[in-house]
């Protein structure tokens, strides 16, 4: 039985000015420890989608089951990762922000920062565990919110394009940081991306979604052996074989500018 299974999930926004399709049908399923990409349009409803997963959107139609269980709202089987720098605590220290869950798990303050001075580790910020989020650059502000959102030890780890207000150089490292937390603690991870290199550099599998009215259009296995080398000739073909995957639905869209979906692969030849 698959970890996650998507079934028919699809949600409408009622505004004020109407109502607006958020996704439209969508169905997949992910395995244990499953590293999964979502990839679309900007607007097609992938944070619909991942919110919907984590709990914090009731979908209009469908069911998500995690473990075979229908899930009602959030639980502490998922940590959330978003963009923002905000999602941090802005009055407690990277250490604070990482010990949260504990703290509401009722798990002893001795053993909490333990737990969370190992996540710390992990993302490699030991030595920044007493300093405030505005002490922080952003690569290091989305560091600590990986940490907290690992510290309760999720079985599912949820990230909304977290490094797509970073640098090109900082994202370089940060992917690299985030493909060696992921070996080393095996998570399943649902990570919504725009950009194509990001997804063949991190995902067993990518779930390509149709512009907007959003559901699944096709899925892409990426085979790849890790540590990946964004400059190989395989990485690239793979790369060109998504962006052919996105591209039909620009052709077929012509209203739609073409550069929503990020081709760029600026500052790899670092790693
Ligand atoms: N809170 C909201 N209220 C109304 N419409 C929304 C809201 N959030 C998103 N939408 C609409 O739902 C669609 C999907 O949005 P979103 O999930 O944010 O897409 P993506 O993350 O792929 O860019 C878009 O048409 C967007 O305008
Ligand atoms: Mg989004």
């Known amino acids: 039985m698959p970890q996650i299974e998507i079934e028919d999930i699809s949600l409408v926004y009622d505004t004020p000015a109407g109502r607006v399709q958020g996704v439209a049908g969508a169905n997949f399923s992910i395995e244990a420890s499953e590293f999964v990409c979502l990839v679309g349009p900007s607007g097609c409803g992938k944070s619909t989608l991942l919110n919907i997963i984590a709990g914090f959107l009731a ?3 469908g069911e998500i089951r995690i473990g075979g269980k229908p899930i009602s709202g959030h639980g502490m089987d998922r940590g959330v990762v978003f963009q923002d ?12 922000n990482v010990a949260f869950g504990l703290e509401m798990k ?7 920062e333990e737990i969370a001075l190992e996540q710390l580790r992990l993302v490699k910020l030991e030595k920044f565990a007493h300093a405030y989020p505005h002490h922080l650059s952003g690569g290091m ?15 599912v780890l949820l990230m ?18 985030l493909a060696d937390v992921w070996r080393e603690t095996r998570k399943t991870v649902v990570y919504v ?4 290199a990001e997804a063949v550099y991190l995902a067993d599998r990518v779930i390509v979604m149709t512009p907007h009215p959003g559901t699944v259009k096709t899925q892409v296995p990426i085979t790849l052996d890790r540590p990946r ?10 790369q060109k074989q998504l962006l052919r995957d996105l591209g039909q639905q620009h052709i077929a869209h012509e209203t739609e500018p073409h550069d929503q979906v990020d081709h760029s692969i600026n500052g790899r030849s670092k790693r």
């Open 59 to 61: 979908p209009s139609g």
């Open 85 to 96: 720098f905000a999602q941090l605590f802005p009055w407690r220290t990277a250490l604070g």
């Open 106 to 112: 009722g798990v002893a303050k001795a053993e909490r």
């Open 141 to 155: 502000q989305q560091r600590v919110a990986i940490a907290r959102a690992l510290a309760y030890n999720p079985a």
């Open 160 to 177: 909304d394009e977290p490094f797509a207000a970073l640098d090109a150089l900082t994202r370089d490292d940060m992917q690299k940081l």
């Open 193 to 196: 991306t725009h950009n194509v």
């Open 229 to 238: 080398d964004p400059l190989s000739v395989a990485f690239l073909e793979h």
